[in-house]
């Protein structure tokens, strides 16, 4: 295994040493968002990690092996090259294989990190049920990751392009815990309100730890989300953000769009339509979701030592 593992110095150290490291996603930066401010987003997400006391580990794959934290020419490359693939589990071996560059999704991300040791993730939004998807089949791997590997997401809900209850369903199947993080209503990305419930909420990252700590402790497999609801200044209304939701799907639909192609077909268009508003809620959710991680990372870290 190890021949396919790449450490920045940072990581390799932070690893050496044990301290709390939060592992963040490429695809976000290749997929996600238009360049500049996907480098800028990626740039500002680290440093806000190491402001919290934790070591950030970006991780892509490029040239056979899986990096686990980048440079900031390689970042750089993640965020210009139009020739990214985007990778999930089924996609790993022939990427490694093929030396080409990738884009890690969230479940491409989450297993990059269990193989490094990282148990933290912050990322925007994981994937989950599409709309229409009990008649299209589309499910996230993300979804069947959450109870496959030991890595605990913190995101600002599932994307709100998708079906949130369904989502929320699957993952209570599945066994993955759902905490809300100072909330008993699961976050719809760019607003507060979705109208389903989180398993269970929490007010502290010491308690969020604590949980994490417990469950690996018993040996109980998989990973958690924590639903931490964009900051209440740079929300979108869901109503607002609903019909224009709508809106994108159908012109997803008349232009058939399918498979990888629809999450960034749809938030290009919702961007479009937003004038930039949800970019910009984008970002700021992002960066709330790493101070979060770096300090449920630091709080696990003092359980575990």
Known sequence: MKQYL????????????????VALETTIISHGMPYPQNVEMANDVEQIIRNHGAVPATIGFMDG???????????????????????SRRDIPYILASKKIGAATVSGTMIGAELAGIRMFAT????GVHREGEVTWDVSADLTELAETNVAVVCAGCKSILDIGRTLEYLETLGVPVVGYQTTEFPAFYSHQSGCDVSVSMDTPEEAAAMLDAKWKLGLKGGAVIANPILEADAIPYDEIEAIILQAMHDAKNQGITGKQVTPFMLANVKERTGGKSLEANIALVKNNAK??????????????
């Open 292 to 305: 979060l991680a770096a300090q449920i990372a630091v709080a696990l870290n003092r359980s575990e030592s």
């Open 6 to 21: 790449s450490f920045s110095e940072e990581v390799r150290h932070a690893l050496d040493h044990q301290l709390p490291i």
């Open 65 to 87: 092996q899986i990096k686990i934290g980048l440079s900031a020419s390689e970042l750089e490359e993640f965020a210009t090259n139009k020739n990214v693939a985007k990778v």
């Open 124 to 127: 925007g939004g994981i994937g």
